[in-house]
């Protein structure tokens, strides 16, 4: 797959940031973990945002 974002992709974009689609990403050094969203409450949404910040809760330390 090439790089370049198509027009479309771009397209898309300004309709994510017009909806408000976020997405959320694990601030932990090497955790891939990205949470989308849109269109949700702000209480949904601060759950979301702690759950994706808080690294313990979606990583097992087993
Ligand atoms: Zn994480």
């Known amino acids: 797959m090439p790089d ?17 689609r976020r997405t959320l990403r694990c601030p932990a050094p090497g955790c891939t973990l990205r949470i989308r969203y849109r269109a949700v409450t702000p209480d ?5 945002a702690a759950l994706a910040h808080d690294h313990t809760r979606h990583h097992s330390t087993k």
């Open 4 to 20: 370049r974002k198509t027009y479309v992709d771009q397209v898309s974009d300004a309709i994510a940031h017009l909806t408000g």
């Open 44 to 48: 949904e949404a601060g759950r979301l």
